[in-house]
């Protein structure tokens, strides 16, 4: 009782902080709106019992993207606080997509075998597995989108300098 609770406070606040960053005009809101989205995620991600993708969820995404997307959007905007509106066409194009997202979202979910208990799920690879494939077999591309970060923050200061 306790978990499913946990489940529908941390899916709300999910719900909620996306909201905040679709809505929000100001870019600030809106990347603050985004970490507590993916805290969220990671929270259903605890409760879900998936420890390993929860740790990577805060440590990839809400711990490094995010800070990359704040960093840049304050080297590289003229004010941290500047407001955007979008046109009407780009609200009326996303929409469109938020609709179609949402009608194939619940296609999957209504097509889903649900009748599986939850304690017969198919093996999955142990911590230990993960780590040692990360080191192993998938170094390279993981060092680099490590470097791939690194040169758009180059890339971020670089436009952020000041002209001479």
Known sequence: MIEAIAFYVFAALVLGSALGVVLSKNIVRSATCLLGTLGGVACLYFVLNANLIAAIQLIVYAGGTLILIVFGVMLTSKSPW???TATRGQVVAASVVAV?????????????DWSR????????????????????????????????????????????????
Do not use: H, N, W
């Open 82 to 84: 500047m407001q955007f």
């Open 100 to 112: 179609l997202l949402a009608f194939g979202l619940c296609g999957v979910m209504l097509g889903a």
């Open 117 to 164: 208990p939850a304690g017969q799920l198919s093996a999955s690879p142990q911590v230990r597995e993960v780590g040692t494939d990360l080191l192993t077999d998938y170094l390279v591309p993981f060092e680099a989108a490590s470097v791939l970060l690194l040169v758009v923050m180059i890339g971020a200061a670089y436009l952020a300098r000041p002209e001479k």
